[in-house]
């Protein structure tokens, strides 16, 4: 491991001459902005170990090029949630991707263990958008963007905080690309993913904080055809230590 990955934590899953796909680990930002200037993001990993620079190519004040301004970041990932996140290595190859998130035609998988005790699968389908009274907040409301996200039950657990309370290890497989969407359509549901501070109630979040300082969601497999060769590829990463090991802390309850 090189002293750029020492200082991001960051694990490369697979690279070639086009694109390479990373763990960002929980905790780190994906792109720079003004309130992240302190902060070593995963663009600034990029900027580094791929030397591309994060410039505005403009033409009468028109953007040419979000390739450069995003350091070849294709998509993102919430602050505190781990997982396989693309990055393209040159422009066509930035573009070819973006236009399969555009057209959907990537399948991502994530791993969230949410409150209750949750159905065997299913799909949530409402809109999502910024809340007006809160901008920092996603929720479902009339004028959000269209949002689809499928389910699948995985595996039931005692909550070690309520005697007969539960938990549920899910897969969740969003069609959509919103903003917090997963978190969002979970809460919508009656069950919030675990130690959730936006969107698990201050005080169900402030308990879980006890025993595990982030939220449960990690980004776990995504399927995509490569920018180049047109051949599907399937990309995965394991839960993080931190998620793995207080998974197996829990008590399973079997059905």
Request: net charge positive.
């Amino acid at each position: 491991m090189n002293e750029i990955e020492k200082k991001g934590k960051v694990e490369i899953v697979y690279e070639d001459e086009d694109i390479i796909a990373v763990v960002k680990p929980y905790g780190m930002i994906v792109n720079n902005a003004d309130t992240s200037s302190k902060e070593f993001t995963l663009q600034d990993w990029t900027e580094e170990k791929l030397e591309i620079k994060n410039v505005n190519l403009k033409i009468d004040n028109t953007l040419i090029s979000d390739f450069y301004n995003r350091s070849g970041i294709v998509h993102r990932l919430d602050k505190e949630t781990s997982g396989i996140l693309l990055i393209a290595k040159n422009e066509e190859s930035f573009k070819n991707l973006q236009a399969q998130f555009k057209e959907r035609k990537v399948e991502k998988c994530y791993v969230a263990l949410c409150h209750g005790a949750f159905v065997q699968e299913g799909s949530i389908s409402v809109p999502v958008g910024r809340l007006p009274w809160n901008r920092m907040r996603f929720g479902v409301v009339p004028q959000g963007r269209s949002a689809v996200t499928d389910f699948k039950m995985e595996q039931l657990y005692q909550n070690p905080d309520e005697k007969n309370g539960k938990l549920s290890l899910i897969k969740a497989f969003p069609k959509t690309g919103r903003t917090h969407q997963i978190r969002v359509h979970l809460q919508y549901a009656g069950f919030p993913i675990y130690s959730d501070v936006l969107y698990a109630g201050r005080k169900v979040a402030r308990n879980d904080r006890k025993r595990l300082p982030r939220h449960f969601l990690h980004a776990k497999e995504i399927s995509f055809f490569h920018p180049k060769t047109g051949e599907k590829m399937t990309l995965s990463s394991q839960l993080t230590k931190d998620l793995s090991d207080f998974l197996s802390s829990l008590t399973k309850i079997n059905s």
